[in-house]
């Protein structure tokens, strides 16, 4: 299983899935911030970014991810005042610059985006700013691998470590999962050829008997990794539990304000605990992203959920394993049969030429191969 969205792109992208032999078989992981943002807190961030008094900022991706009803972009396109930020040090100056008004950073991410968040929170402590919060989304990544390896469903045979949360935390956290649950975990960065030397890495350790925490990523990660960026984190976030979307709360799987920098909660702030979510049914996120389906297993996949309609996260962002095979699978000339292979519509996607009139999906020709239009 590769954790890393990253790297799901990657290997979609190249088409890493289909030139490794067929024994080995590559699992996408939880490893997209967005996709894995629970449903309810994008519906507390609509909450709070529909109020007149507020200034929303956010990374680009969060503004189109579905909450229950409606995305932030909607509430912008209402009137509400949504801003679009490169960092949360952009969405300070918004605040230094605009004291009439509260100012809210939508903070997601894995231990890779919490040290900048965590230095936006000290920043404005120590400059008294008091009109900044941060709606926080904060999770980690080891508490997710242990929930999937714990799983009676678990079919991981081995990790591809998201390279840049090592860069940040180290390789230390990993090595009691790799002996506990005897799986080989191996630091990997995302380019192909980084990807393809982890997989090799991997394979080689369970043909040897080992389970290890090898890196792959040794021009950017150390063992002890960052060590002022953790201290930075641990100074302004607590561990807590953290509920995922498809893997449901994990204990201490999240980090949330400390008790010195409670005040900057817009949790606490806007009093959004009343707010409850419900989940698309025709969207199998869950699924996706505990790696037991793959997004052409969706029946919505590029009919009801596509990029300019996603039912869920997955199809929305960056990192996301549905957007990744929507953008790259209808490059390959064929592509392999799976039982419940879904097709696009219109210009540069998939088209079954064996697709008889009437049928929604394309008719196996025996060779489990489709033929494909490039249009
Ligand atoms: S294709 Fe769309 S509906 Fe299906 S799992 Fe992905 S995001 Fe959800």
């Keep these: 299983m590769e954790v890393c969205g990253g790297q799901t792109h990657s290997i979609v992208k190249f088409s890493l899935d289909e030139m490794i032999p067929s024994k080995i078989r590559l699992i ?7 996709c894995v943002t629970p449903l309810e807190l994008i519906d507390k961030a609509i909450s709070i970014a529909a109020r007149p008094d507020v200034i929303f900022c956010s990374f680009g991706d969060m503004l189109r991810v579905p909450g229950t009803s409606k995305d932030l972009l909607s509430v912008k396109a209402e009137g509400g005042d949504i801003r679009f930020v490169y960092s949360p040090m952009d969405a300070l100056k918004i605040a230094q610059d605009r004291p009439d008004r509260q100012v809210v950073f939508f903070a997601v991410g894995f231990e890779t985006t919490a040290p900048a968040n965590a230095m936006a929170v000290y920043q404005a402590k120590a400059l008294g700013i008091q009109n900044f919060s941060l709606l926080v989304s904060h999770v980690l990544v ?27 935390m180290g390789t230390a956290e990993y090595i009691p999962l790799a002996q506990k649950y005897r799986v080989p975990i191996v630091v990997t960065g995302f380019e192909p050829v980084d990807i393809l030397e982890g997989i090799s890495m991997c ?34 976030f607590q561990v807590i539990p953290r509920s995922w979307r498809g893997l449901g709360e994990i204990p201490l799987s999240g980090l949330g304000l400390s008790a010195d920098y409670m005040e900057f909660d817009a949790e606490r702030r806007f009093d959004v605990g009343h707010v409850r979510a419900k989940e698309s049914p025709d969207c199998i996120s869950g699924l996706v992203l505990q790696g037991i389906k793959k997004p052409l297993e969706c029946a919505a996949f590029a009919n009801a959920c596509t ?10 962002s960056s990192e996301g394993a549905c957007a990744a095979y929507y953008r790259y699978r209808n490059r390959n000339d064929s592509v392999e049969s799976s039982p419940r292979q879904s097709f696009g519509r219109g210009p540069g996607f998939l088209v079954c030429k064996n697709l008889d009139p009437g049928q929604k999906a394309c008719r196996d020709d025996g060779t489990k191969k489709f033929t494909v239009d490039r249009r």
């Design 28 to 34: 996408h992981g939880p490893g997209c911030p967005v």
């Design 142 to 168: 080891p508490p997710a691998m242990e929930t999937i390896l714990s799983s009676p469903q678990n079919q991981v045979q081995g990790f591809l470590a998201a390279g840049h949360v090592c860069t940040v």
């Design 203 to 236: 394979v080689r350790q369970l043909e040897e008997g080992r389970f290890e925490v090898e890196n792959q990523y040794a021009r950017s990660v150390r063992a002890e990794g960052n060590r002022p960026a953790q201290e930075l984190v641990q100074k302004i």
């Design 307 to 316: 990029p300019d309609h996603p039912l869920g996260a997955p199809m929305v």
